[in-house]
Protein backbone atom coordinates (compact mmCIF):
# COMPACT_ATOMS: atom_id res chain seq x y z
CA UNK A 1 0.00 0.00 0.00
CA UNK A 2 1.50 3.18 -1.02
CA UNK A 3 1.02 6.12 1.63
CA UNK A 4 0.22 9.65 0.36
CA UNK A 5 1.71 12.80 2.06
CA UNK A 6 -0.71 14.46 3.62
CA UNK A 7 -0.95 18.09 1.47
CA UNK A 8 -2.11 21.46 3.48
CA UNK A 9 -1.29 25.03 3.25
CA UNK A 10 1.05 26.68 5.31
CA UNK A 11 0.17 29.25 7.05
CA UNK A 12 0.79 32.64 5.54
CA UNK A 13 2.86 34.29 8.27
CA UNK A 14 5.43 33.24 11.12
CA UNK A 15 4.65 31.87 14.48
CA UNK A 16 3.93 34.32 16.66
CA UNK A 17 2.13 34.93 20.52
CA UNK A 18 -1.55 35.39 20.32
CA UNK A 19 -2.81 38.36 21.85
CA UNK A 20 -4.09 38.48 25.87
CA UNK A 21 -7.57 39.38 24.37
CA UNK A 22 -8.00 36.52 21.90
CA UNK A 23 -6.70 34.00 24.15
CA UNK A 24 -9.29 34.76 26.69
CA UNK A 25 -12.10 35.31 24.11
CA UNK A 26 -10.92 31.42 23.41
CA UNK A 27 -10.77 30.35 26.63
CA UNK A 28 -14.35 32.02 26.99
CA UNK A 29 -15.72 29.49 24.99
CA UNK A 30 -15.01 26.49 27.31
CA UNK A 31 -15.35 28.14 30.55
CA UNK A 32 -18.30 30.19 29.35
CA UNK A 33 -20.75 28.42 27.66
CA UNK A 34 -23.37 30.12 28.69
CA UNK A 35 -24.60 32.94 31.22
CA UNK A 36 -25.48 29.79 33.97
CA UNK A 37 -21.71 28.76 33.38
CA UNK A 38 -21.01 32.13 34.79
CA UNK A 39 -23.40 32.43 37.36
CA UNK A 40 -21.85 28.99 38.33
CA UNK A 41 -18.20 30.32 38.84
CA UNK A 42 -19.24 33.32 40.63
CA UNK A 43 -21.35 32.11 43.38
CA UNK A 44 -18.48 29.58 43.86
CA UNK A 45 -16.50 32.85 44.54
CA UNK A 46 -18.72 33.79 46.62
CA UNK A 47 -18.68 30.93 48.47
CA UNK A 48 -15.16 31.12 48.19
CA UNK A 49 -15.14 34.01 50.19
CA UNK A 50 -16.74 33.25 53.12
CA UNK A 51 -20.35 35.03 52.06
CA UNK A 52 -23.45 34.02 54.19
CA UNK A 53 -26.12 36.12 51.86
CA UNK A 54 -25.63 35.79 48.36
CA UNK A 55 -28.05 38.10 46.07
CA UNK A 56 -28.33 37.13 42.08
CA UNK A 57 -30.20 39.62 39.59
CA UNK A 58 -30.58 38.39 35.94
CA UNK A 59 -31.94 40.11 33.06
CA UNK A 60 -32.79 38.23 29.61
CA UNK A 61 -31.33 34.91 30.84
CA UNK A 62 -28.69 36.93 32.20
CA UNK A 63 -27.71 37.59 28.37
CA UNK A 64 -28.38 41.52 28.84
CA UNK A 65 -27.30 41.36 32.74
CA UNK A 66 -25.78 38.64 35.46
CA UNK A 67 -25.05 40.75 38.99
CA UNK A 68 -24.15 38.21 41.56
CA UNK A 69 -23.44 40.39 45.11
CA UNK A 70 -22.27 38.81 48.22
CA UNK A 71 -21.08 39.99 51.95
CA UNK A 72 -17.92 37.91 51.62
CA UNK A 73 -13.89 38.84 52.64
CA UNK A 74 -13.96 41.36 49.71
CA UNK A 75 -10.63 41.92 47.52
CA UNK A 76 -8.33 45.09 48.42
CA UNK A 77 -8.24 47.60 46.13
CA UNK A 78 -4.51 46.96 44.66
CA UNK A 79 -5.99 43.16 44.19
CA UNK A 80 -8.97 44.32 41.84
CA UNK A 81 -7.08 44.28 38.31
CA UNK A 82 -5.27 41.37 39.34
CA UNK A 83 -8.79 39.62 39.99
CA UNK A 84 -10.18 40.09 36.18
CA UNK A 85 -6.06 38.78 35.06
CA UNK A 86 -6.01 35.69 33.42
CA UNK A 87 -4.72 32.40 35.92
CA UNK A 88 -4.36 34.48 38.82
CA UNK A 89 -6.05 33.23 41.85
CA UNK A 90 -5.87 33.43 45.60
CA UNK A 91 -7.17 29.48 45.85
CA UNK A 92 -3.18 27.90 44.71
CA UNK A 93 0.30 28.96 44.48
CA UNK A 94 1.74 24.91 43.91
CA UNK A 95 1.45 21.94 42.36
CA UNK A 96 0.85 20.09 45.85
CA UNK A 97 -2.07 22.26 46.52
CA UNK A 98 -3.80 21.76 43.12
CA UNK A 99 -3.72 18.09 44.23
CA UNK A 100 -5.58 18.40 47.17
CA UNK A 101 -7.93 21.57 46.12
CA UNK A 102 -10.28 22.38 48.89
CA UNK A 103 -11.78 24.94 47.42
CA UNK A 104 -14.43 25.74 44.46
CA UNK A 105 -12.66 27.57 42.35
CA UNK A 106 -8.85 27.36 41.55
CA UNK A 107 -7.87 27.75 37.56
CA UNK A 108 -7.62 31.52 37.77
CA UNK A 109 -9.45 31.39 34.46
CA UNK A 110 -13.76 32.38 34.62
CA UNK A 111 -13.25 36.25 35.84
CA UNK A 112 -10.47 36.84 32.90
CA UNK A 113 -12.47 35.38 30.42
CA UNK A 114 -15.85 36.80 31.31
CA UNK A 115 -13.91 40.16 31.01
CA UNK A 116 -12.93 39.33 27.51
CA UNK A 117 -16.48 38.73 25.99
CA UNK A 118 -18.93 40.80 28.08
CA UNK A 119 -18.82 44.24 29.42
CA UNK A 120 -17.62 43.57 33.22
CA UNK A 121 -17.77 45.88 36.51
CA UNK A 122 -15.77 44.32 39.77
CA UNK A 123 -16.88 46.36 43.08
CA UNK A 124 -15.39 45.20 46.32
CA UNK A 125 -14.86 46.23 50.00
CA UNK A 126 -12.46 44.61 52.17
CA UNK A 127 -13.61 44.76 56.00
CA UNK A 128 -10.57 46.97 56.97
CA UNK A 129 -11.30 49.65 54.17
CA UNK A 130 -13.12 52.86 54.84
CA UNK A 131 -14.81 52.67 51.77
CA UNK A 132 -15.02 50.37 48.45
CA UNK A 133 -13.23 50.34 44.84
CA UNK A 134 -14.35 49.59 41.69
CA UNK A 135 -12.52 48.65 37.96
CA UNK A 136 -13.94 47.97 34.85
CA UNK A 137 -12.85 45.74 31.87
CA UNK A 138 -14.41 45.94 28.10
CA UNK A 139 -12.91 44.64 25.11
CA UNK A 140 -9.61 43.83 26.83
CA UNK A 141 -9.27 47.17 28.39
CA UNK A 142 -9.10 47.32 32.46
CA UNK A 143 -10.00 50.85 33.98
CA UNK A 144 -8.07 52.49 36.97
CA UNK A 145 -9.41 51.55 40.34
CA UNK A 146 -12.35 54.09 41.51
CA UNK A 147 -13.92 54.95 44.93
CA UNK A 148 -17.23 53.21 45.26
CA UNK A 149 -19.88 53.01 47.00
CA UNK A 150 -20.57 49.68 48.53
CA UNK A 151 -21.45 47.52 51.61
CA UNK A 152 -18.81 44.93 53.05
CA UNK A 153 -18.17 42.26 50.49
CA UNK A 154 -17.96 42.20 46.70
CA UNK A 155 -19.90 42.80 43.60
CA UNK A 156 -19.57 41.10 39.97
CA UNK A 157 -21.90 42.49 37.37
CA UNK A 158 -21.88 41.64 33.61
CA UNK A 159 -23.36 42.31 30.92
CA UNK A 160 -24.00 42.08 27.15
CA UNK A 161 -22.78 38.28 26.87
CA UNK A 162 -20.27 37.82 23.86
CA UNK A 163 -21.53 41.20 22.77
CA UNK A 164 -17.64 41.45 20.73
CA UNK A 165 -18.04 37.68 19.24
CA UNK A 166 -21.17 37.94 17.48
CA UNK A 167 -20.75 34.56 16.27
CA UNK A 168 -20.44 32.93 19.50
CA UNK A 169 -23.62 35.05 20.84
CA UNK A 170 -25.84 33.56 17.64
CA UNK A 171 -25.44 30.00 19.94
CA UNK A 172 -27.41 31.17 23.42
CA UNK A 173 -30.71 30.71 23.01
CA UNK A 174 -33.61 31.95 24.31
CA UNK A 175 -34.44 33.88 27.19
CA UNK A 176 -36.54 31.30 29.11
CA UNK A 177 -33.97 28.91 28.14
CA UNK A 178 -31.12 30.44 29.55
CA UNK A 179 -32.90 31.49 32.55
CA UNK A 180 -34.24 27.69 32.94
CA UNK A 181 -30.37 26.59 32.93
CA UNK A 182 -29.33 29.70 35.74
CA UNK A 183 -32.23 28.77 37.79
CA UNK A 184 -30.64 25.22 37.76
CA UNK A 185 -27.78 26.62 38.61
CA UNK A 186 -28.92 28.53 41.34
CA UNK A 187 -30.92 25.34 42.68
CA UNK A 188 -27.71 23.08 42.76
CA UNK A 189 -25.36 25.98 44.63
CA UNK A 190 -28.55 26.39 46.86
CA UNK A 191 -28.69 22.58 47.93
CA UNK A 192 -24.60 22.17 48.13
CA UNK A 193 -25.12 24.91 51.27
CA UNK A 194 -28.04 25.49 53.23
CA UNK A 195 -26.48 27.46 55.22
CA UNK A 196 -26.13 30.40 52.92
CA UNK A 197 -28.70 33.10 52.52
CA UNK A 198 -29.54 32.96 48.79
CA UNK A 199 -31.69 35.17 46.42
CA UNK A 200 -32.26 35.14 42.84
CA UNK A 201 -34.35 37.75 40.25
CA UNK A 202 -35.42 37.52 37.01
CA UNK A 203 -36.74 40.90 34.95
CA UNK A 204 -36.85 42.22 38.41
CA UNK A 205 -39.19 39.50 39.95
CA UNK A 206 -37.76 37.53 42.54
CA UNK A 207 -38.31 33.84 41.93
CA UNK A 208 -36.08 32.08 44.75
CA UNK A 209 -35.42 33.50 48.50
CA UNK A 210 -33.81 31.35 50.80
CA UNK A 211 -32.80 32.14 54.60
CA UNK A 212 -30.23 30.24 55.77
CA UNK A 213 -31.47 26.89 57.25
CA UNK A 214 -30.44 22.94 57.91
CA UNK A 215 -30.36 20.60 55.04
CA UNK A 216 -33.67 19.31 55.47
CA UNK A 217 -35.74 22.13 55.30
CA UNK A 218 -33.24 23.67 52.37
CA UNK A 219 -34.27 20.07 50.51
CA UNK A 220 -37.51 20.87 51.27
CA UNK A 221 -37.66 24.16 49.98
CA UNK A 222 -35.87 22.96 46.68
CA UNK A 223 -37.59 19.91 46.02
CA UNK A 224 -40.86 20.02 47.56
CA UNK A 225 -42.28 18.46 51.16
CA UNK A 226 -43.53 15.61 48.94
CA UNK A 227 -39.31 14.15 48.68
CA UNK A 228 -39.32 14.57 52.37
CA UNK A 229 -42.12 12.20 53.17
CA UNK A 230 -40.90 9.58 50.88
CA UNK A 231 -36.98 9.71 51.61
CA UNK A 232 -34.42 8.14 54.16
CA UNK A 233 -31.84 9.77 55.91
CA UNK A 234 -28.32 8.10 54.80
CA UNK A 235 -25.36 8.13 56.76
CA UNK A 236 -21.95 6.26 56.48
CA UNK A 237 -18.80 6.76 57.58
CA UNK A 238 -16.02 5.01 57.39
CA UNK A 239 -12.35 6.22 57.96
CA UNK A 240 -12.01 9.57 56.26
CA UNK A 241 -14.90 8.61 53.88
CA UNK A 242 -18.20 10.57 54.87
CA UNK A 243 -21.66 9.49 52.86
CA UNK A 244 -24.68 11.57 54.16
CA UNK A 245 -27.97 13.14 52.32
CA UNK A 246 -31.49 12.16 51.59
CA UNK A 247 -32.27 9.08 49.05
CA UNK A 248 -36.27 8.81 48.62
CA UNK A 249 -38.17 5.57 48.70
CA UNK A 250 -39.43 3.81 45.52
CA UNK A 251 -42.55 5.25 45.96
CA UNK A 252 -41.09 8.09 45.23
CA UNK A 253 -39.49 7.16 42.11
CA UNK A 254 -39.32 9.30 39.12
CA UNK A 255 -40.15 8.73 35.07
CA UNK A 256 -37.01 11.37 34.59
CA UNK A 257 -33.88 11.66 36.39
CA UNK A 258 -34.72 15.50 36.94
CA UNK A 259 -34.18 15.24 40.90
CA UNK A 260 -30.88 13.82 41.48
CA UNK A 261 -28.28 15.71 43.34
CA UNK A 262 -24.59 14.98 44.16
CA UNK A 263 -22.04 16.01 45.71
CA UNK A 264 -18.45 15.26 46.16
CA UNK A 265 -17.11 18.53 48.99
CA UNK A 266 -19.71 20.19 48.43
CA UNK A 267 -19.21 20.20 44.69
CA UNK A 268 -22.27 19.57 42.06
CA UNK A 269 -20.44 16.32 39.85
CA UNK A 270 -21.57 13.95 37.79
CA UNK A 271 -19.87 10.91 37.79
CA UNK A 272 -20.97 7.84 35.87
CA UNK A 273 -18.58 5.57 39.05
CA UNK A 274 -21.14 7.08 41.23
CA UNK A 275 -24.56 6.89 39.25
CA UNK A 276 -23.65 3.35 38.94
CA UNK A 277 -23.15 2.63 42.43
CA UNK A 278 -26.79 4.34 42.76
CA UNK A 279 -28.46 2.05 40.44
CA UNK A 280 -27.05 -0.66 41.72
CA UNK A 281 -28.55 0.41 45.38
CA UNK A 282 -31.81 0.43 43.93
CA UNK A 283 -31.77 -2.56 41.38
CA UNK A 284 -33.38 -4.91 43.21
CA UNK A 285 -36.25 -2.51 44.71
CA UNK A 286 -37.05 -0.25 41.83
CA UNK A 287 -38.10 -0.78 38.24
CA UNK A 288 -35.93 -0.28 35.70
CA UNK A 289 -38.13 2.22 33.83
CA UNK A 290 -37.94 4.55 37.25
CA UNK A 291 -35.74 6.62 38.40
CA UNK A 292 -34.34 7.95 41.93
CA UNK A 293 -34.22 10.94 43.31
CA UNK A 294 -31.61 11.91 45.75
CA UNK A 295 -29.38 14.75 47.16
CA UNK A 296 -26.23 12.91 48.44
CA UNK A 297 -22.62 14.59 49.83
CA UNK A 298 -20.10 12.96 49.79
CA UNK A 299 -16.69 14.42 51.47
CA UNK A 300 -13.66 12.70 51.33
CA UNK A 301 -9.66 14.03 51.62
CA UNK A 302 -8.91 16.13 48.50
CA UNK A 303 -6.27 14.20 47.79
CA UNK A 304 -8.24 11.38 46.76
CA UNK A 305 -10.47 13.28 44.22
CA UNK A 306 -8.86 15.31 41.07
CA UNK A 307 -11.34 17.93 39.96
CA UNK A 308 -8.86 19.59 37.70
CA UNK A 309 -10.28 17.52 34.91
CA UNK A 310 -12.20 19.76 32.88
CA UNK A 311 -12.73 23.75 33.12
CA UNK A 312 -16.07 23.29 34.34
CA UNK A 313 -14.93 21.37 37.00
CA UNK A 314 -18.00 18.91 36.89
CA UNK A 315 -16.18 15.87 36.22
CA UNK A 316 -14.13 14.07 38.70
CA UNK A 317 -11.60 11.51 38.80
CA UNK A 318 -11.09 9.29 41.83
CA UNK A 319 -7.98 7.84 43.07
CA UNK A 320 -9.59 4.85 44.12
CA UNK A 321 -12.96 4.54 42.08
CA UNK A 322 -14.01 0.94 42.81
CA UNK A 323 -13.38 1.52 46.98
CA UNK A 324 -15.21 5.26 46.12
CA UNK A 325 -18.31 2.48 44.23
CA UNK A 326 -18.82 0.32 46.64
CA UNK A 327 -18.59 2.85 49.19
CA UNK A 328 -21.40 4.78 48.07
CA UNK A 329 -23.13 1.38 47.07
CA UNK A 330 -23.40 0.34 50.48
CA UNK A 331 -24.20 3.42 52.18
CA UNK A 332 -27.25 4.40 50.39
CA UNK A 333 -28.54 0.12 50.15
CA UNK A 334 -27.98 -0.04 53.95
CA UNK A 335 -30.29 3.31 54.45
CA UNK A 336 -32.73 1.96 52.21
CA UNK A 337 -32.80 -1.55 53.51
CA UNK A 338 -33.26 -0.54 56.73
CA UNK A 339 -36.49 1.10 56.05
CA UNK A 340 -38.17 -0.30 53.88
CA UNK A 341 -39.72 -2.72 56.39
CA UNK A 342 -41.80 0.53 57.30
CA UNK A 343 -42.75 1.01 53.76
CA UNK A 344 -46.24 -0.46 54.44
CA UNK A 345 -47.19 1.64 56.88
CA UNK A 346 -46.29 4.87 55.20
CA UNK A 347 -49.59 6.77 53.29
CA UNK A 348 -50.69 5.58 50.02
CA UNK A 349 -49.22 8.48 47.56
CA UNK A 350 -51.62 9.49 44.66
CA UNK A 351 -49.42 11.02 42.21
CA UNK A 352 -48.92 8.98 39.05
CA UNK A 353 -45.78 11.10 38.68
CA UNK A 354 -44.13 9.58 41.73
CA UNK A 355 -45.66 5.83 42.28
CA UNK A 356 -44.66 3.06 40.04
CA UNK A 357 -48.24 1.12 40.38
CA UNK A 358 -48.46 -2.29 40.72
CA UNK A 359 -51.51 -4.95 41.91
CA UNK A 360 -52.37 -4.68 45.27
CA UNK A 361 -53.48 -8.25 47.48
CA UNK A 362 -54.52 -9.05 50.17
CA UNK A 363 -52.78 -11.10 52.72
CA UNK A 364 -54.29 -14.19 52.67
CA UNK A 365 -55.74 -14.07 48.97
CA UNK A 366 -54.75 -16.93 46.63
CA UNK A 367 -54.43 -15.18 43.52
CA UNK A 368 -55.13 -17.75 40.28
CA UNK A 369 -52.41 -17.88 37.44
CA UNK A 370 -53.91 -16.89 34.01
CA UNK A 371 -52.97 -18.86 30.95
CA UNK A 372 -54.57 -18.50 27.49
CA UNK A 373 -54.35 -16.67 24.52
CA UNK A 374 -56.15 -13.60 23.37
CA UNK A 375 -58.23 -13.60 19.77
CA UNK A 376 -56.04 -12.45 17.09
CA UNK A 377 -57.66 -8.88 16.54
CA UNK A 378 -55.11 -8.06 19.49
CA UNK A 379 -54.64 -4.92 19.98
CA UNK A 380 -50.84 -5.30 19.76
CA UNK A 381 -48.77 -5.93 16.44
CA UNK A 382 -45.29 -7.18 17.29
CA UNK A 383 -44.43 -6.11 13.01
CA UNK A 384 -45.49 -2.44 13.15
CA UNK A 385 -42.28 -1.14 13.16
CA UNK A 386 -42.47 -0.62 9.25
CA UNK A 387 -39.22 -2.29 8.91
CA UNK A 388 -38.83 -3.38 4.91
CA UNK A 389 -37.34 -6.54 6.32
CA UNK A 390 -39.96 -7.21 9.06
CA UNK A 391 -42.43 -6.81 6.78
CA UNK A 392 -40.71 -9.40 3.76
CA UNK A 393 -41.09 -11.63 6.64
CA UNK A 394 -44.86 -11.94 7.50
CA UNK A 395 -46.26 -13.72 4.50
CA UNK A 396 -43.20 -16.43 5.20
CA UNK A 397 -44.62 -16.36 9.07
CA UNK A 398 -47.81 -16.73 8.36
CA UNK A 399 -47.18 -20.07 6.04
CA UNK A 400 -44.88 -21.39 8.67
CA UNK A 401 -47.08 -21.10 10.99
CA UNK A 402 -49.68 -23.01 9.12
CA UNK A 403 -46.61 -25.91 8.92
CA UNK A 404 -47.28 -28.81 11.65
CA UNK A 405 -45.28 -28.70 14.42
CA UNK A 406 -43.57 -31.92 14.01
CA UNK A 407 -42.01 -31.69 10.54
CA UNK A 408 -38.63 -31.96 10.67
CA UNK A 409 -37.63 -28.68 8.32
CA UNK A 410 -40.11 -26.57 10.91
CA UNK A 411 -37.80 -27.77 13.65
CA UNK A 412 -34.80 -26.86 11.94
CA UNK A 413 -36.04 -23.69 10.73
CA UNK A 414 -37.98 -22.29 14.27
CA UNK A 415 -35.40 -23.85 17.29
CA UNK A 416 -37.83 -21.74 20.11
CA UNK A 417 -40.94 -23.68 18.33
CA UNK A 418 -44.47 -22.66 18.44
CA UNK A 419 -46.63 -20.93 20.75
CA UNK A 420 -48.53 -22.88 23.23
CA UNK A 421 -50.23 -19.95 24.90
CA UNK A 422 -49.01 -17.03 28.11
CA UNK A 423 -48.82 -18.39 31.41
CA UNK A 424 -49.74 -15.39 34.28
CA UNK A 425 -49.24 -12.80 31.21
CA UNK A 426 -45.41 -12.54 32.00
CA UNK A 427 -44.31 -15.90 29.78
CA UNK A 428 -44.81 -17.28 26.39
CA UNK A 429 -44.87 -21.13 26.74
CA UNK A 430 -44.03 -23.01 23.55
CA UNK A 431 -43.47 -25.98 21.84
CA UNK A 432 -39.98 -27.23 20.09
CA UNK A 433 -39.14 -30.83 18.58
CA UNK A 434 -36.50 -30.79 22.16
CA UNK A 435 -39.49 -30.01 24.38
CA UNK A 436 -41.43 -26.76 26.56
CA UNK A 437 -40.20 -23.75 25.91
CA UNK A 438 -40.52 -20.68 28.30
CA UNK A 439 -39.96 -17.13 27.24
CA UNK A 440 -39.91 -13.77 29.36
CA UNK A 441 -42.22 -12.04 26.42
CA UNK A 442 -41.50 -8.25 27.79
CA UNK A 443 -37.55 -8.76 28.29
CA UNK A 444 -37.40 -10.70 24.64
CA UNK A 445 -38.81 -8.07 22.91
CA UNK A 446 -37.19 -5.97 24.18
CA UNK A 447 -34.09 -7.39 23.11
CA UNK A 448 -35.41 -7.37 19.50
CA UNK A 449 -36.62 -3.60 19.19
CA UNK A 450 -33.11 -2.16 20.67
CA UNK A 451 -31.06 -4.52 18.08
CA UNK A 452 -33.51 -2.60 15.71
CA UNK A 453 -32.99 0.51 16.84
CA UNK A 454 -29.35 0.41 16.62
CA UNK A 455 -29.63 -0.42 13.13
CA UNK A 456 -31.33 1.81 12.15
CA UNK A 457 -29.96 4.56 14.69
CA UNK A 458 -26.11 3.73 12.91
CA UNK A 459 -27.49 3.54 9.38
CA UNK A 460 -29.07 6.54 10.09
CA UNK A 461 -32.18 5.62 8.69
CA UNK A 462 -34.11 5.71 11.73
CA UNK A 463 -38.05 5.45 10.49
CA UNK A 464 -40.55 7.59 12.20
CA UNK A 465 -44.06 8.15 12.38
CA UNK A 466 -46.06 11.18 12.14
CA UNK A 467 -48.80 11.58 15.07
CA UNK A 468 -52.18 12.91 13.69
CA UNK A 469 -52.61 13.97 17.15
CA UNK A 470 -49.33 15.33 18.75
CA UNK A 471 -48.99 14.17 22.55
CA UNK A 472 -48.50 16.87 24.92
CA UNK A 473 -47.21 16.99 28.24
CA UNK A 474 -45.98 19.56 31.27
CA UNK A 475 -42.25 19.55 31.08
CA UNK A 476 -39.49 21.71 33.50
CA UNK A 477 -38.07 24.46 31.88
CA UNK A 478 -34.96 22.69 31.52
CA UNK A 479 -36.54 20.54 28.99
CA UNK A 480 -38.15 22.68 27.13
CA UNK A 481 -34.54 24.35 26.69
CA UNK A 482 -33.24 21.34 25.84
CA UNK A 483 -35.54 20.99 22.92
CA UNK A 484 -34.91 24.38 21.90
CA UNK A 485 -31.23 23.65 21.45
CA UNK A 486 -30.82 19.85 20.64
CA UNK A 487 -32.95 19.64 17.46
CA UNK A 488 -30.29 18.02 15.58
CA UNK A 489 -29.44 15.27 18.23
CA UNK A 490 -33.15 14.76 18.81
CA UNK A 491 -33.79 14.13 14.90
CA UNK A 492 -30.68 11.79 14.51
CA UNK A 493 -33.13 9.64 17.39
CA UNK A 494 -36.40 9.76 15.42
CA UNK A 495 -38.37 12.15 17.54
CA UNK A 496 -39.89 15.89 16.68
CA UNK A 497 -40.50 17.90 19.80
CA UNK A 498 -41.78 21.73 19.88
CA UNK A 499 -42.56 23.95 22.78
CA UNK A 500 -46.15 24.88 22.69
CA UNK A 501 -45.93 27.27 26.09
CA UNK A 502 -43.17 28.01 28.45
CA UNK A 503 -43.79 24.17 30.18
CA UNK A 504 -45.49 22.22 27.67
CA UNK A 505 -43.85 20.30 25.31
CA UNK A 506 -45.15 18.36 22.31
CA UNK A 507 -44.65 14.93 20.16
CA UNK A 508 -45.02 15.55 17.13
CA UNK A 509 -43.42 12.81 15.57
CA UNK A 510 -41.79 9.85 16.93
CA UNK A 511 -39.48 6.25 16.19
CA UNK A 512 -41.60 3.96 14.29
CA UNK A 513 -40.76 0.67 16.60
CA UNK A 514 -41.85 2.99 19.54
CA UNK A 515 -45.72 2.83 21.09
CA UNK A 516 -47.48 6.07 20.64
CA UNK A 517 -48.75 4.82 23.83
CA UNK A 518 -45.46 5.59 25.65
CA UNK A 519 -44.76 8.75 23.19
CA UNK A 520 -44.36 10.97 26.71
CA UNK A 521 -42.55 8.78 28.36
CA UNK A 522 -39.98 7.95 26.07
CA UNK A 523 -39.46 11.53 25.05
CA UNK A 524 -38.86 12.50 28.66
CA UNK A 525 -35.99 9.98 28.35
CA UNK A 526 -34.16 11.12 25.85
CA UNK A 527 -34.81 14.65 26.71
CA UNK A 528 -32.84 13.84 29.96
CA UNK A 529 -29.58 12.16 28.92
CA UNK A 530 -29.63 14.94 26.65
CA UNK A 531 -30.12 17.63 28.86
CA UNK A 532 -27.75 15.19 31.53
CA UNK A 533 -24.52 14.39 29.40
CA UNK A 534 -24.98 16.63 26.05
CA UNK A 535 -26.00 15.17 22.95
CA UNK A 536 -22.12 14.01 22.13
CA UNK A 537 -22.26 12.33 24.98
CA UNK A 538 -25.68 10.71 24.53
CA UNK A 539 -25.06 9.91 21.03
CA UNK A 540 -21.81 8.38 21.33
CA UNK A 541 -20.77 6.71 24.61
CA UNK A 542 -23.99 6.49 25.90
CA UNK A 543 -25.87 5.37 23.10
CA UNK A 544 -26.39 1.92 23.78
CA UNK A 545 -28.08 2.82 26.84
CA UNK A 546 -30.10 5.03 25.89
CA UNK A 547 -31.46 3.33 23.01
CA UNK A 548 -31.69 0.33 25.40
CA UNK A 549 -34.27 2.43 27.27
CA UNK A 550 -36.77 3.21 24.26
CA UNK A 551 -36.57 -0.21 23.67
CA UNK A 552 -37.89 -0.82 26.74
CA UNK A 553 -40.56 1.67 26.19
CA UNK A 554 -41.70 -0.28 23.32
CA UNK A 555 -41.55 -3.52 24.80
CA UNK A 556 -44.99 -5.75 25.34
CA UNK A 557 -45.69 -5.42 29.10
CA UNK A 558 -47.10 -7.81 31.66
CA UNK A 559 -50.21 -9.16 31.15
CA UNK A 560 -50.63 -7.77 27.94
CA UNK A 561 -52.48 -10.42 26.41
CA UNK A 562 -51.17 -11.63 22.87
CA UNK A 563 -53.03 -14.08 20.22
CA UNK A 564 -51.19 -17.31 19.00
CA UNK A 565 -49.82 -15.51 15.80
CA UNK A 566 -48.96 -12.63 17.88
CA UNK A 567 -46.22 -15.23 20.14
CA UNK A 568 -45.82 -16.91 17.21
CA UNK A 569 -44.10 -13.72 15.75
CA UNK A 570 -42.15 -12.73 18.75
CA UNK A 571 -40.59 -16.52 18.75
CA UNK A 572 -39.23 -16.00 14.92
CA UNK A 573 -37.88 -12.42 15.54
CA UNK A 574 -36.14 -13.91 18.30
CA UNK A 575 -34.89 -16.63 15.77
CA UNK A 576 -33.54 -13.69 13.84
CA UNK A 577 -32.43 -11.31 16.56
CA UNK A 578 -28.66 -11.56 17.09
CA UNK A 579 -27.58 -11.86 20.99
CA UNK A 580 -31.34 -12.79 21.69
CA UNK A 581 -30.75 -14.84 24.47
CA UNK A 582 -30.52 -12.39 26.94
CA UNK A 583 -32.09 -8.96 27.34
CA UNK A 584 -30.55 -5.56 27.50
CA UNK A 585 -29.80 -6.21 30.76
CA UNK A 586 -27.83 -9.29 30.62
CA UNK A 587 -31.00 -11.83 31.96
CA UNK A 588 -31.78 -14.75 30.25
CA UNK A 589 -35.33 -14.13 27.98
CA UNK A 590 -35.84 -17.95 27.56
CA UNK A 591 -35.34 -21.31 28.83
CA UNK A 592 -35.81 -25.14 27.26
CA UNK A 593 -37.00 -27.80 29.30
CA UNK A 594 -36.54 -30.97 27.62
CA UNK A 595 -38.92 -33.55 27.33
CA UNK A 596 -35.98 -36.16 29.10
CA UNK A 597 -36.15 -33.30 31.99
CA UNK A 598 -40.43 -33.47 31.94
CA UNK A 599 -40.10 -37.63 32.32
CA UNK A 600 -37.34 -37.10 35.02
CA UNK A 601 -39.79 -35.12 37.04
CA UNK A 602 -42.89 -37.39 36.90
CA UNK A 603 -40.38 -40.82 36.85
CA UNK A 604 -41.61 -41.97 33.77
CA UNK A 605 -39.89 -45.03 32.91
CA UNK A 606 -38.35 -45.19 36.44
Same mark, same amino acid.
Given at each position: ?????????????????????????????????????????????????????????????????????????????????????????????????? @??? %??? !???? $? #??? *??? =?????????????????? @??? %??? !???? $? #??? *??? =????????????????????????????? #???????????????????????????????????????????????????????????????????????????????????????????????????????????????????????????????????????????????????????????????????????????????????????????????????????????????????????????????????????????????????????????????????????????????????????????????????????????????????????????????????????????????????????????????????????????????????????????????????????????????????????????????????????????
Amino acid at each position: MTLKPIRYNPPMSSIQLLPDLLINQIAAGEVIERPASALKELLENSLDAGATDISVQLESGGIKLLRVRDNGCGIAKEQLPLALMRHATSKIASLDDL @QRV %ASM !GFRG $E #ALA *SMA =AVAQVTLTSRTAEAAHAW @QVE %AID !GGLS $E #AAP *SSH =AHGTSFEMRELYFNTPARRKFLKSENTEF #AWCEETFKRIALSRPDVALSLQHNGKTKWQLTGQDLSQRIKAILGSEFGQYAVTVEREIGSLHIYGIAALPAYSRSTRDEQYFFINGRFVRDKVLMHAVRQAYQDILHHQRHPAFVVFLDMPPELVDVNVHPAKSEVRFRESQGIHQFVFHGLQDALSATMRETAEMPAATSQENVATGPTFAPTQQQGMRFGAAEQQATYRVWESQSQALGARSEEQTRSDQEPLNSARSSQEHPLGYALGQLSGIYILAQNQRGLIVVDMHAAHERIVYERLKTAFDAQQMPTQQLMIPVTFGAEALDVATVEEQQEALQKLGFDLAPISTNTLAVRVMPAMLKQSHAEAAAREVLHELRDFGASRALTERRNELLATLACHSAVRANQQLSLPEMNAILREMEQTERADQCNHGRPTWFQVTLEELDAMFMRGQ
